[in-house]
DNA sequence: TTGTAGGCGTTATCAA
DNA sequence: TTGATAACGCCTACAA
């Protein structure tokens, strides 16, 4: 491969110019600028990413950790940094942390071993302080799905309160009345946030909402299953069930179905993530959107305004929008 | 950062003998080796993994080219290969080739700009010529899901022609003859391999196959519900469908379902490539598995062992098994 | 606007 | 078994 060196020789300028016409910083005469162009063309000289990257201390890489790599969800998430970054000509390195806060841990320390200029993460397990610390480093670290104040202008997030108020309102406006919700885990952020919405949208509409209804699952199918049995056997009756994410929501729609109830008939069903396969679920699921492909290539644009200069629109903030499928309907007696 | 020097400085030693100690190659005494790792240690010291490559030429990454980053077969198909190289500190670099020949040939430029040490592959549109071109280069190419004969030890594969097979001889040994199927796109090596399994079930079985049963789809759920209904405007009648795979299945049931056919009890259904979504569908989707998370690992195995020197056990052929769930039913008159 | 030269942190070749 | 020292290919003051 043709290195900067033979470039200079067969363009009769020193390397330095080459440089300077390669990184396009420095001025450079139009006439030398042409010699050099042609004279990469001719060679087919490509410049060596990784000298680049020792002498100057960047490695035009950025790092990102996800939870699984083979998810729907983070697939999205994936898809929307890697566009980005890659239009840029940026490097994307991804790593899986298992939701695992010794995994999460080791991703990261890899990530960073590999001198990443960024690193945009999706943590679960990892605690505040370790964020903390790592924010105080020199790489600068992106925060998706998770707000620590001390670094506000560097995580990117979704209304998720929002997003359980919009699916109860949906439920409310279509004459619903008797909600059950099937939550996340108490000690996830975003699943007490989504019930936090479920409850305002009752409360705004006089209604009072009755702790019965409310039965706290693990976000996996399973649980879906599970929950519902127990809502089942519980006193109250409803006619509508909203889910704190679209597994759960197809592991209630799949054990009510075997409990001899239609969908949406009998039972109106509302999910949360609009994950890809909410559409094949039958009915087609009414879910919340979660705008996490832009999400994570708007991570993706501040770390490009950030560390390489760029000047891309930021926005930090998202609001889910409702999707309307098949698995709700009007009430009726 | 600290740097080799530092630590040959507090080792008393020279710079070759803490680069001898980091990279266990060399004989190094083991008293000398001793005071180098306290040193390293005390230190803090970590490999410049980008001057490392500089001076040694070896990257430590390798490029994947996917079709999509967000979908559950890719999804399978990274974690496997992640996993795998990962463990042996490797780095993966992922690009995504959208099944189009422009831009999966922009992204293994990009890959190899980028100075991977190998790549894996599994490309839709490039032309064999190309990939001819490209295993002839310095870089090692390892391909999933295609065969080239000129780098047959590079390839991993699965048994296509089986998988078809293994499906219709499913419905088969339940009593059904008449079996309808929908077949991938006709250009498509692996949904012609599919489809010649199907007829060679029958053929087995002494039954005609008949070429009205068959329609060809291009493996999206649309496609499905669309060559269903093709399918049912013929006069010849089916009590068992198979498909392509599990999205054409997916919306074949959907479509059938619209029409009131009742799955399985009017008809019962075989897809493929057990997706993820398969266990999601109604009924669940009795289909058969690609191992593909497996071939990816292996192909990481490969790289491993081809590359950096590794004692791996490989396999470069698979067979794929019938994941039996609810779809398929015994024949009944 | 261009050229010179030192340095980035390792590896690897030769001697010793 | 160890130590000098020249690459590796590029960037970047500094000088001209």
Partial sequence: ?????????????????????????????????????????????????????????????????VSELD??????????????????????????????????KESIEFLLSRFCDALIIHVEETPEEYLQQLSEGKVPIYLI????DS??????????ELGGYRATKFALDNGHTQIAYIAGPQQKEDAMERLRGYQQALTESGIDFDDSLIVYGDYSEQSGSDCYKQLVDKPKKFSALICGNDEMAS?????????????P?????IGFDNTSFAQYLYPQLTTIDNPIGQMGQMAACMVLNDVYGHKHAIQRYFEPELVKRKSLIQYTE
Avoid: W
């Fill in 1 to 65: 491969m043709a290195t900067i060196y033979e470039v200079s020789k067969a363009a009769g300028v020193s390397l330095a110019t080459v440089s300077r016409v390669i990184n396009k910083n420095a001025v450079v005469s139009a006439k030398t600028r042409e010699k050099v162009e042609q004279a990469m063309l001719d060679l087919g000289y490509r410049p060596n990413t990784i000298a680049q990257s020792l002498a100057s201390s960047k490695s035009n890489s950025v790092g990102v950790l």
């Fill in 71 to 104: 998810s729907p969800f983070f697939g999205e998430m994936m898809s929307g940094i890697e566009t980005e970054l890659r239009r840029a000509g940026k490097q994307v390195i991804f790593a899986a942390g298992h939701n695992t806060e010794k995994i999460e």
């Fill in 145 to 148: 799905n998770r707000v620590l």
């Fill in 151 to 160: 670094m506000k202008n560097r995580c990117v997030h979704m209304n998720n």
């Fill in 251 to 263: 592991g209630a729609m799949k054990q009510a179905r075997d409990e001899g109830v239609d969908i």
């Fill in 265 to 269: 008939n009998d039972l109106s069903i």
